[in-house]
Structure formats: C-alpha cells, structure tokens
C-alpha cells in the first residue's frame, strides 16, 4: 500500500486531485477525465445519481415526462442484464468445458474475473431459474430472450444465449447493457451478439472500453482490434488498453467514443483482404476526427495472425514495435487514394483524383489537411486548389 496518498478529494473545496499525473478539478472534470464522459453527459450522470432534474430550455412537460419514463425503462434493463450477467459468472463454475475452453486459449481466472467472464448453459430455458416470471416482457426487450410465434398461435420463449462463453458488454458508467456469446466448438455464428435495445447498439458501443480507461491513460493510446477475445487475450499478456467494435464496421460513433478518452487511436486488423476492407471502413469513420492534434494509425498483422497469435509467438516487445511503426492515417489515405492507378498516364491521375475526393472532403480544416491535399496534388500533376475545385 502507499504510505503516502497518490490521489485527494476534498469535499469542502469540491475538487480533485491526483498527485500521480498532476490532473485536478471538480466532480464534473472527474467524470470527463475517469469515464471519458462529454460535459453534457457528466452533468446528467451526476444528476441522475442524487435524483436531481438538469434543467432544459422550453421542454415540453410531457416530453419530459417521457423522457424519464424513458430512463426509468432503460434502468429496469439493464437492472436485468446485471441479474442475467451474475448468472452466467456462476454458470462458468460449474461448467468444466468451458473452463478448460478458456484455460486453452491462455487465460487465467483473474483476467476471467476482471471481464466478468461466464457461461450460458445449453438448456432453452435456462435464465427460468434466474428470473421466475420467464414471461415478463423485459427478458425480450432486453435481448435475452427469444420469443416467437408458431404456426398455431402458441407463442414460444427460449434463451438466446446456450452453450456460449459470455462476455459482458458495458458502457462507459459501468452498466451492463448487452452481451457476446461464443461457441467453443465449431458452431454458428462463432459470436452471437444481444440485439439492438433502448440500451444498446452496436454502431455505438466498444467493447472492453469501461476496463480499459486507465491502461489507455497509461499507454497513451488505444488499441482497435476485431474481437472479443483479442481484447480479453491482449489483457492477458499485458496491453490492457484494447478495445473491440462488436461485429460491425468501425463508424464515426466509435471514433468520437474513443477521443473522449484519447488523442491516439490505433487500428489493429488481420493482414487478409477482409482486414484490408475493415481498415477502409475505419479509415472513413476517422476522417471526421483527423485533427492536427491527433493521431490514428493502422496496424496490419502479417497473415494469419491476430493479436493474441502474434504475441505468443512473437513476444510482447515485437507487438509493442509493431504498434509503434503502425501506418500513419497520411500513409493510409494516400496509398487507399492511389490504389489502382498507373500514374504514369493521365487516364491514371484522374482516377486517383476521383478516388482521393471521398477521402481528404471530410477531413477537418488544418495543416495535415493542406500537407494531405498538396501531396495527392503533385501525384495528380495539378495545383493543390485545381484538385479543390475538380
């Protein structure tokens, strides 16, 4: 233990402070630095907390009055999923197959721990034994059960999740909000995913982003990868700062997300033309975040590793170098833009502007924009303005 403290709070002054890194400020600042909350969000979390009301300009009463039946429904939801999430981390105790699964891909039981790791058994109806009334309609709008409609009118309810490795998704306060489920054989889909709710969705939300924040702090970056279990592996073998998108293309929410927490974001993909498609499609949801004070860069494993593959047989310093030397945003844009073309014609310079347009359009006015701007120009053989104008 520290003898001396590393971190104060003092309630009569109402401030913060962490002698550590020199951060200090209010509960507000606290919450944007710790949570990676937005001003906005800070404000209507703390509220929320001690049941105050943060008060809005020319708000209907009953849009008001929506809005917190609203926040009230989401708070049963997710109440729900904490409930299912406990289940599935007893589940895992009992359940050797999936404990040996996991001890297989080298994970410990404090990493398990640390993610709340469990396991849906492989019964239809197994979450009955948590929640008595199987037929209240949140276990369906909270995505953990199935209900459907047969031939004859007789409607039939079923788990969603059977037999899968659980991982817990949460958002950035902590809260349960949805699941990934894995099978451990052979099975289809590999991961299963909850649905979209009033709590979640997945063009929003990263996984492992509320277990990372203070590694990403610490490291200085984040690490984008493509799964669940490049996250919990990557953990394990020492870069806690990874986060995962979950089964859909990077988008701009992500991007924005992850700012909140960093200035550095670094994409990690597989070395393989989906890697490479996946790669584009996170490049267009950074383009809009490309300022002068940031940086994003892409990491291409050589095939057929990904992370967790590569840093066992590679070791933790080579990933770490790998990172390091990972594609600059510049690079990445430019040799997307050039893709294709033979720049030796003009036939092949003009389509190297048309493919350049898409991507330098969204990026933010700045310097790396002119820089960006000038160097497709003199690919193109034109002036910088004349490739505006096109």
């Not at 105050?52 to 609203?70: G, H, I, T």
């Not at 066992?312 to 170098?321: H, N, S, V």
């Not at 048309?354 to 034109?382: C, F, H, M, Y």
Request: hydrophobic fraction near 40%; aromatic fraction near 10%; glycine fraction near 8%.
């Amino acid at each position: 233990a520290e003898k001396s403290p590393s971190f104060t709070v003092s309630p009569t002054k109402q401030f913060f402070h962490c002698f550590g890194c020199g951060k200090n400020g209010n509960a507000i600042g606290f919450l944007m630095e710790h949570a990676g909350m937005n001003f906005v969000e800070a404000v209507k979390d703390l509220a929320h907390t001690y049941g105050m009301q943060v008060p809005e300009e020319e708000v209907d009463p009953a849009e008001r009055q929506r809005a917190a039946e609203r926040r009230e429904h989401q708070a049963t939801i997710t109440d729900v999923l904490e409930q299912a999430a406990t289940a599935y981390k007893q589940h895992l105790k009992h359940a050797p197959q999936a404990i040996d699964y996991l001890k297989g891909r080298g994970l410990t039981g404090d990493i398990a721990k640390r993610f709340g790791l469990g396991y849906a058994p492989d019964g239809w109806r197994s979450l009955a034994s948590v929640f008595p009334d199987y037929q209240a309609p949140v276990l369906v709008e909270s995505g953990l059960v199935i209900q459907q409609q047969d031939e004859g009118s007789e409607e039939k309810r079923y788990d969603r999740f059977r037999d899968r490795i659980m991982f817990p998704i949460r958002n950035i306060r902590g809260e349960c909000i949805g699941f990934g489920g894995r099978v451990m054989g052979q099975g289809t889909p590999k991961y299963l995913n909850s649905p979209e709710t009033p709590v979640f969705s997945k063009g929003r939300e990263l996984y492992g982003l509320y277990e990372a924040r203070q590694a990403i702090r610490d490291a200085g970056y984040v690490l984008v990868t493509e799964g669940y279990m490049d996250v919990v592996a990557l953990a394990q073998l020492g870069f806690a700062q990874a986060v995962a998108t979950l089964g859909t293309a990077c988008t701009t929410e992500h991007v924005q997300k992850l700012f909140r927490v960093t200035d550095s974001v670094v994409f990690s993909f597989d070395g393989d033309a989906a890697g490479r498609r996946a790669a584009r499609k996170a490049l267009d949801g950074a383009l809009p975040y490309a300022t002068d004070v940031r940086s994003i860069r892409f990491l291409f494993l050589p095939d057929p590793h990904d992370p967790d593959s590569f840093v066992r047989e590679f070791g933790a310093d080579a990933f770490a170098r790998s990172v390091q030397d990972a594609t600059p945003l510049s690079r990445f844009l430019v040799d997307t833009a050039r893709e294709g073309c033979d720049l030796a014609t003009a036939e092949g310079r003009a389509l190297l502007a048309s493919q350049a347009r898409p991507l330098w359009t969204p990026l933010p006015e700045g310097v790396l924009k002119t820089q960006l701007l000038n160097e497709l120009a003199d690919l193109v053989q034109i002036g910088s303005h004349e490739l505006q104008r096109l």
